[in-house]
């Protein structure tokens, strides 16, 4: 016995450097995989392929705060330097490897340090001598655009803590954006479509899609359009070695489809039916987010759904600039997993500013995705004449009608039901959307002690009275206030520009439908897939000149047309698009370039305030020398 255990703590104590060992080279494999597959994510996030070169300072600049890196001038021209022309992607990794990204204590270190009374804030007025005088230089404008973000300033004052969490977030959106499209782009090089049936998933990420309106989503198995393969392989190996070229004009009109009209039958009137409100919201990305509801059946029914933009103002008889937003639904089913859902339909048929779907769904639980294309419902260009006051004169705090009726409005907006009253689940939408943060079920008990509320949920006298004695608590200071309304999409006008409500109604003809609203968040991959996949399925397919295996699927209804690109072959294949003729057209490249451009102007203060830290060390130094 003594043997056998010697002869197994020898094999045990043999075998554990080796695992070790092995775990360890896993890890350090597990490391690098992550660090080139963040490489690639930032490159392709800025050039079309890993292919092409960077040509200039700007491009490595760009590219290398896509990567969370923050390339000062001086950083810049350690690695461009007289000789150099262009750098690869290889190049572009071993800088990478070079520069450490920004991490958040470094921030609020540098910060720290100028902010001698430890106060959290800088002054405005220091903090624009700061940045004209010291170090890289920046202009007037520039940081002008740092002190008008509302989400970092406040009083006249600077708060570098809520810039830097606001830096840290926009540092890991742009990665995370960066790391889905590649997913995408990964998934599209593995596939083979076109002589076989596919999944939603696979034909969904077989696609690169480009929406003339805006951009690409998921859907159901369908079979492809088969065409003919490449007849060598040298002609699809990659795109320099294969040019062709496809052109197509296509003009917005009366649609050719005889059914594109929506008629709700007397019938479905008849029918058991649910609602809900919701909204879509402008960022400062330019990205829209919106409301995702579940729909719930407890059987097979022959179901109706629709969608419309709703006026807020009916009651004033004001029109709604957004009653001619374009508006869409992309019904999912749900699976176990989100790489399994399948796209059920999408709201193809139309009545005025109702769009609509109607068809056969089985008992069971359905993701309800909102769409807009971001071509109607877009950041205004109109210039502001007069800011809206919120308050009356001196005194006492008293609310102007002008803010009370945009309470009034919010209060519509976010009453989901419709039943005139705030559930604390609707007010939480209102809460994240506004602060960030939910109120609890005690949060809630003491409003229930101190406001008006019936059921457990808040009148709308209730809600108005609570705003409007948090809104006195803040004195003289306006800025949360004018904080909530443009979170809710007001401008300084109280015009609301950047949010557009809409109206979701579901028939059914056997059961009683449920529609509840989930989250507020952008459409993400699971929409892309889904656009993506109902244009394949429902597009016409035109192969390009000279290579059958690419092919450009169109889909056109009466308010847009979206194209969709796919890759047959086996080879990744890069695809120039040129829409200069197009008119009101919107890509997802646009948005990503206003992310870069906020992403930008924090690099740009950043840099100058760490050089403005180096000089301050070197006086400090230089005083302690002369002492």
């Known amino acids: 016995m003594a043997g056998s255990q010697e002869s197994n703590a020898s094999l045990f104590s043999d075998q554990t450097p080796s695992q070790e060992c092995s775990q360890a080279k896993r890890s350090q494999n597990y490391e690098e995989e992550t660090f080139y597959k963040n490489c690639r994510a930032a490159y392709l996030a800025v050039f079309k392929s890993s292919l092409e070169n960077i040509k200039s300072k700007e491009q490595l600049c760009l590219v290398l705060q896509q990567a969370g890196r923050n390339p000062s001038q001086k950083t810049v021209n350690k690695y461009w330097t007289l000789q150099t022309t262009t750098l690869n992607f290889d190049d572009f990794c071993f800088i990478l490897k070079q520069e450490e990204p920004v991490r958040k204590t470094e921030l609020l270190k540098a910060f720290a340090k100028i902010d001698v009374n430890n106060e959290g804030c800088i002054l405005h007025s220091e903090l624009h001598k700061l940045l004209t005088t010291r170090g890289e230089k920046m202009t007037p404008d520039e940081v002008n655009a740092i002190t008008e973000l509302v989400e970092v300033n406040s009083d006249g004052k600077f708060d570098y803590y809520k810039f830097c969490k606001l830096y840290m977030t926009t540092n890991e959106q742009c990665l995370k954006h960066a790391l889905e499209k590649l997913e995408v782009d990964s998934k599209l090089k593995r596939q083979q479509f076109g002589s076989q049936l596919e999944t939603s998933s696979e034909l969904a990420t077989s696609l690169i899609s480009k929406t003339i309106p805006k951009t690409a989503r998921k859907t159901e198995s369908k079979p492809m359009l088969k065409r003919g393969h490449c007849k060598t392989s040298s002609q699809c190996s990659s795109a320099p070695s294969c040019k062709a070229s496809v052109s197509s004009t296509i003009s917005m009109g009366a649609s050719s489809n005889k059914h594109s009209k929506l ?13 809900s409100k919701g909204c879509f919201f402008l960022e400062e990305n330019g990205e829209i987010i919106s409301h995702k509801y579940k729909l719930f059946l407890s059987q097979r029914s022959t179901v109706c759904i629709t969608i419309n933009p709703v006026n807020l103002r009916q009651m004033e008889g004001k029109p709604s600039p957004w009653l001619v937003v374009d508006t869409a639904l992309y019904i999912l089913k749900e699976n176990e997993t989100e790489e399994n859902i399948q796209l059920v339909g999408f709201t193809e048929l139309r009545n005025k500013e109702v769009f609509g779907w109607r068809g056969e769904l089985e ?16 950041k205004s260009k109109k210039q502001i004449r007069r800011e809206a006051k919120l308050v009356h004169g001196d005194g006492e705090f008293t609310a102007t009608k002008e803010f009370r009726a945009a309470l009034s409005e919010i209060f519509e907006m976010i009453d989901l039901d419709g039943n005139g009253f705030l559930s604390l689940e609707e007010n939480n939408f209102f809460e994240m959307r506004t602060s960030g943060e939910k109120c609890d079920e005690e949060a809630w008990a003491i409003c229930k002690e101190n406001f008006d509320m019936k059921n457990n949920e808040l009148t709308r006298q209730g809600f108005m009275d609570l705003n409007l004695m948090e809104a006195s608590q803040q004195g003289r200071d306006l800025s949360s206030l004018w904080m909530t309304l443009q979170s809710m999409g007001y401008n300084k006008a109280l015009e609301l520009t950047e949010a557009c409500p809409f109206s979701i109604r579901v028939y059914a003809e056997k059961c009683k439908p449920r529609i509840q609203p989930v989250c507020l968040e952008a459409g993400g991959e699971q929409l892309k897939t889904a656009i993506c996949m109902s244009v394949a399925n429902k597009g ?13 699927y169109t889909y056109k209804s009466d308010t847009r047309i979206t194209s969709v690109i796919g890759n047959k072959s086996e080879s990744k294949t890069v695809i120039h698009l040129n829409n200069e003729q197009s008119r009101n057209c919107v890509s997802n490249r646009g948005v990503q370039r206003a992310v870069y451009m906020f992403y930008y102007i924090f690099h740009a203060v950043y840099n100058s305030m760490k050089n403005v830290i180096k000089q301050y060390h070197k006086q400090t130094r230089d005083k302690t020398d002369a002492v």
Do not use: L
């Open 540 to 552: 016409d397919a035109k192969p390009m000149d000279a290579s059958e295996n690419i092919v450009i």
């Open 363 to 378: 008992g069971g639980v359905y993701w309800v995705i909102p769409f807009t294309t971001g071509c109607r419902f877009r």
């Open 263 to 275: 008629i709700e039958a007397n019938a479905a009137k008849e029918w058991q039916h649910a609602q």
